[in-house]
């Protein structure tokens, strides 16, 4: 079974331009999750969906990030633009439901904005 | 909002020695309690559950138990390798997952 993908693996950008990740969970899987990851720190959520609705987006700085999940299975994070505090890890997890099941995570963008 | 609180690493041992990794929540209501694993270059893997208090969730040698009247579920193995450094994230779920800080585990040979 594959496991959660996530693209690209790395990305360095300069500030004040635009960014995107991707992420394609685990078939079947209708929670999805976008977290963030500081060197040295827990994830900490930004988003999750269940199938293509935004349940909790409460973390998430909509000033300049946004998230969707068309169908319900694909998903895409962006950032525009992009500041200097944005670098960090990017996880994208996916559960088969919300409720106290696992999630499964995939590797993890790593931005680093110069 | 829940949090979770784990001991600070990093966490140095030989290898075969005792690992107790201390994890305490705060949280509403009745959450599941889990361990991730980090190792290096790697995602973020499951390592045990519990979802209900007393129960205790096993893996690969270790263990953790649910224990409700301390809102702890601490982390142990009886002889750790080489092979399990990395960084191991305390969490729980309430309506989201929220994860500790992580404490790194290195093990000598």
């Known amino acids: 079974e594959a496991g959660v993908v996530q693209s690209p693996r790395y990305k360095i950008i300069e500030k004040k331009q635009p960014v995107a990740f991707w992420c394609n969970p685990i078939s079947g899987h209708n929670t999805l999750y976008w977290y963030l990851q500081n060197l040295g720190q827990g994830p900490e959520l930004l988003i999750r969906y269940e199938n293509e609705e935004a349940v909790d987006d409460s973390q998430l700085p909509k000033d300049r990030f946004s998230a969707e999940r068309l169908k319900g299975v694909d998903s895409t994070l962006k950032i525009q633009p992009a500041e200097l505090g944005d670098s960090a890890v990017y996880l994208c997890a996916s559960s088969l439901r919300s409720m106290n099941t696992e999630a499964f995570f995939g590797q993890g963008t790593r931005l680093t904005v110069v | 909002g829940d949090s979770v609180t784990q001991m600070e690493g990093p966490v140095t041992l030989s290898e075969e020695a005792f690992l107790t990794i201390n994890c305490t929540y705060t949280a509403t209501g009745y959450p599941s309690l889990f361990w991730y694993v980090q190792y290096p270059g790697e995602g973020l893997q499951l390592l045990l559950k519990a979802t209900k208090a007393d129960d205790k969730g096993s893996n690969k040698g270790f263990e953790a138990t649910y224990r409700k009247e301390t809102t702890s579920f601490h982390l142990e193995k009886g002889s750790v390798q080489v092979s399990d450094s990395a960084v191991y994230f305390c969490?729980?779920?309430?309506?989201?997952?929220?994860f500790g800080p992580g404490t790194r585990l290195s093990v000598l040979p």
């Open positions: 969490a729980t779920y309430g309506q989201n997952f929220v």
